[in-house]
């Protein structure tokens, strides 16, 4: 079974600061990871996501994140912080079955000016 | 590019009506799942399907029931609705049985109940 743990349910960096989101899982297989981000009132869109491969995956909007295996993280960064990126962060794990992926509580971004 | 479409953005209902969410994919396919989507909680996967006609329960299927007649189409249904079902509904599918994939999401309907 899977499960997943976001650290901190609210994030607050300024305009043009470094963007941290904690995830740590938990797998009993080799996982697959994902980053969605959630705009007001739409919809999960995929952000990135690790299958197999190069640890360090790049998204879109300049995210970016490490998969690491020792640390069982999932953390996800970008550089320089946008107004646009104000929004919920989810992460999730999933084995290879559709049925098992699970989500975490989210992560609400907030950038200041 | 994949399309996911649920029905209705805002619904209102009263308790103990009976309830009918709707999704539809135009991408052909086999998967489709509903989660319930909560502050604090994250989504909670309620029921999905592989196939036309074929249903498996999630975490929380309590309260609801699918519906899946055609292969597009994934419908769920509050039985009686109760003040607890007032959420936020995502639906999702993927197109296959491999989770590297990454769902697509609906934009969701947020259904209040009073």
């Known amino acids: 079974a899977q499960s997943v743990t976001q650290l901190g349910s609210h994030v607050s960096v300024s305009e043009g600061a470094l963007v941290l989101l904690r995830c740590n899982y938990s797998?009993?297989?080799?996982?697959?990871l994902f980053w969605y981000v959630q705009y007001p009132n739409q919809g999960l869109q995929l952000l990135l996501k690790y299958t197999t491969g190069a640890t360090l995956v790049k998204g879109i909007n300049g995210f970016e994140a490490e998969f690491k295996k020792s640390e069982t993280s999932f953390h996800l960064t970008k550089p320089s912080a946008h107004m646009s990126d104000a929004a919920e962060y989810f992460c999730?794990?999933?084995?290879?079955?559709?049925?098992?992926?699970?989500f975490g509580a989210g992560t609400r971004l907030t950038v200041k000016p | 590019d994949v399309k996911v479409t649920q029905s209705s953005r805002y619904l209102v209902k009263r308790t103990g009506e009976k309830v009918f969410l709707e999704c539809v994919q135009d991408m052909d396919h086999e998967n489709m799942f509903w989660y319930r989507q909560d502050p604090g909680l994250g989504l909670r996967l309620i029921y999905f399907?592989?196939?036309?006609?074929?249903?498996e329960k999630g975490d929380i299927p309590e309260g609801y029931s699918v519906s899946r007649e055609k292969k597009e189409r994934f419908s769920l249904i509050l039985e009686s609705a109760s003040t607890n079902q007032t959420s936020m509904y995502l639906c999702?599918?993927?197109?296959?049985?491999?989770?590297?994939?990454?769902?697509?999401f609906g934009s969701g309907t947020r259904l209040t109940v009073v």
């Open positions: 999730a794990v999933s084995g290879y079955n559709n049925n098992d992926m699970r």
């Open positions: 399907s592989y196939d036309v006609k074929m249903k």
């Open positions: 797998s009993s297989v080799p996982p697959y």
């Open positions: 999702a599918s993927l197109p296959n049985r491999a989770g590297s994939y990454g769902y697509t």
